[in-house]
């Protein structure tokens, strides 16, 4: 049977009782102001005490189940790295202690995605990444930009390539978002992208 996308395969897991799948946001807060993003920043840091909270659910609900995902989701969730750092180390750690598989991912726009970060994320199993792209610099810079008004393509470019350097097991999909005023920006990026990372079978695309 269906229900509106969803086979019986995908019904079937979404209620498994091994499995659990939670996502999380550990600030509402951004450090860049995309001009279609429909955020207001309201609510800032996760409280120390849902902090509590959240990692008391992880372990009542760890027990007896063969697969834990966590999603990190925001706002940009990395400026709170202290946080899904407390949470993950916990949620790990338990999972290992009940024998179940946990995953990670986390919807970033890159900024604060520096080797060591992302050393540490893989370390603890979070080891997928969807990251927004405008097309090359030009474009991408007049829609994703900072709180400070400048473009931010430089910094998550470097980032990708210093990713791109390492021999870390991570999973980097890059959601390139096409309009029509960026078709020649997107295939600008697009070899750029085949240079440096088109044979690096941790990188995919998918267009939005």
């Known amino acids: 049977f ?5 086979n019986e395969v995908n019904l079937a897991r979404s209620l498994a009782k091994d499995r659990f799948h939670l996502i999380l946001f550990p600030t509402e807060e951004c450090n860049l102001r995309c001009v279609y993003c429909y955020e207001d920043f309201a609510i800032g840091r996760m409280p120390e005490w849902l902090v509590e909270a959240t990692k008391s659910l992880i372990k009542r609900k760890m027990k007896g189940l063969k697969r834990f995902e966590l999603s990190w989701f925001g706002g940009e969730p990395l400026l709170a790295k202290d946080i899904i750092f407390e949470i993950t180390e916990f949620a ?117």
């Open 92 to 208: 790990h750690q338990q999972a290992k202690e009940s024998g179940c598989k946990i995953y990670g991912n986390t919807t970033t726009n890159a900024v604060l995605l520096d080797v060591k970060t992302l050393t540490k994320m893989v370390e603890l199993d979070q080891r997928r990444f969807q990251i927004s792209i405008d097309g090359d610099l030009p474009e991408h810079n007049k829609t994703r930009v900072s709180k400070n008004g400048k473009g931010s393509f430089e910094k998550i470019w470097t980032r990708l390539l210093d990713a791109a350097r390492t021999d870390l097991d991570f999973s980097i999909l890059l959601r390139i978002h096409v309009t029509a005023f960026n078709q020649h920006s997107i295939q600008h990026f697009l070899d750029k992208y085949q240079q440096y990372m088109g044979n690096d079978p941790r990188f995919s695309l998918v267009f939005k």
């Open 2 to 6: 269906m229900i509106q996308g969803f």
